[in-house]
């Protein structure tokens, strides 16, 4: 009999259980498919390497403006390693230069996390959209790093993602400096089911006088296995690190 009971509550706990996971999977399938459908395949549109203001004009600050100068001179003397670590050393572009990539990446949306995997020596970013921010390893989110600490939401149909905590040895493009304490907001959104835009806002007091947009669009690509892309052969074999179009 106290068998028998046994096996009854556990069948009865089983099925709870069940009940209760398929509600969760269901819910979260909702959730998800309450949003745009950012998933899959996208490219540049118009490769560039420069990220271009709406109103024409970058807003330096004085120290701004002389570390561009500074940059410029760099780049026509060919002094990567001084200024460009991600050209001379194939370190990771930062964001929200790792977007101006001409490469393809491909978008998941998983486990609360909208990952960004990059053909490009084949990168990874990372927006975290739990409500209460997970904590990175071995206190790794408490130093500046190249990617920097993305959390995100959605509003409406719009994924907005904000980043912090970026090196400054990583840039804007491939001349734009920034601080430390630098906040760029990103608003992604698909403008119609083949094109995905992302609206980046720029706000670094100590470089720039005031916030400052920029729009970069992509178009779907078919769905595809990136093949291995090791940037440090193409400049061992003094080919750029961002190969072309």
Not at 56 to 72: C, L, S, V, W
Not at 156 to 185: C, F, K, Q, W, Y
Request: proline share 7%; aromatic share 8%.
């Amino acid at each position: 009999m106290i068998k028998f009971l046994r096996l009854r509550l556990g069948v009865g706990a089983a099925i709870l259980i069940g009940v209760g996971l398929c509600c969760a999977s269901g819910a979260s399938a909702q959730a998800q498919s309450d949003h745009p459908a950012l998933e899959g395949v996208w490219k540049i549109a118009v490769p560039t390497a420069t990220l271009k203001p709406l109103d024409g004009a970058i807003p330096f600050t004085a120290k701004g403006r002389k570390e561009y100068d500074d940059n410029k001179k760099m780049k026509a003397r060919g002094d990567y390693d001084d200024y460009d670590i991600a050209t001379s050393r194939c370190s990771s572009p930062g964001v929200p230069r790792l977007m101006l990539t001409p490469m393809r990446f491909k978008i998941w949306n998983r486990l609360g996390f909208v990952t960004f995997d990059f053909e490009w020596n084949r990168a990874t970013r990372q927006i975290d959209l739990h409500a209460t921010k997970q904590p990175g390893l071995m206190g790794e989110d408490l130093v500046p790093n190249m990617t920097g600490d993305s959390r995100g939401h959605w509003e409406g149909d719009t994924l907005i993602a904000t980043t912090t905590n970026l090196s400054e040895r990583t840039l804007l493009d491939d001349l734009l400096p920034h601080s430390v304490d630098m906040t760029v907001t990103e608003r992604f959104r698909l403008t119609d089911p083949d094109t995905l835009e992302d609206r980046i806002t720029i706000d670094d007091p100590a470089y720039y006088m005031k916030r400052w947009d920029a729009v970069i669009t992509y178009k779907r690509q078919p769905d595809a296995i990136f093949p291995e892309d090791v940037c440090l052969d193409r400049i061992k074999a003094h080919k750029p690190a961002f190969p072309g179009p």
